[in-house]
């Protein structure tokens, strides 16, 4: 009996500790200063609150301390700490990709790093709701390396 009862928690432990791992993250690329920011990270906020607690992680690559007057190497040192947490995240490739534009949030699988879908602007809370369902099912359901949504919605910028 007491085997069985330890397998039984094991087994929960294993299954609670799964559900506190997000299946998506939102890479934000952020600043202060960033006028389309200041639209779009209260309309994730709301977005990402109609979703269970864990399970979308939201990481702010903030650049609010890079300004004109920045100096070369002040701008660097931002710049090394930002690829540093995007690597932490298995997303380097955003930094590539977006490093110092902002105003544009990638939604990724928590997994692997591979991008979902991206929300920018124009989007409402809820339509950015819509695309982290779309994001979440293709993240906990599709084969990783495959769960590319139809078309994609993120801009090439580089």
């Known amino acids: ?50 979703f269970d607690a864990g399970s979308i992680e939201r990481v702010d690559l903030d650049v609010t301390r890079i300004r004109p007057s920045s100096t070369p190497v002040e701008r660097a040192e931002v710049q090394t700490e930002l690829l540093l947490l995007a690597d932490e995240h298995q997303v380097a490739y955003l930094w590539d990709w977006y490093g110092g534009v902002t105003g544009i949030a990638v939604a990724v699988a928590a997994d692997n790093g591979e991008p979902l879908t991206c929300f920018m602007r124009p989007m409402t809370a809820k339509a950015i709701k819509g695309q982290l369902r779309l994001a979440k099912m293709l993240a906990e359901q599709g084969t990783p390396g495959e769960r590319a949504p139809d078309g994609p919605n993120c801009p090439v910028l580089r």
Do not use: H, Y
């Not at 330890?6 to 202060?32: C, H, Q, R």
């Open 1 to 50: 009996m007491r085997t069985l009862l330890t397998a039984l928690f094991l087994s929960l432990g294993a299954t609670l500790s799964a559900a506190a791992e997000p299946s998506v993250k939102v890479i934000n690329f952020t600043a202060d200063w960033c006028p389309n920011c200041q639209i779009l990270n209260p309309r994730l906020e709301e977005a990402m609150e109609a």
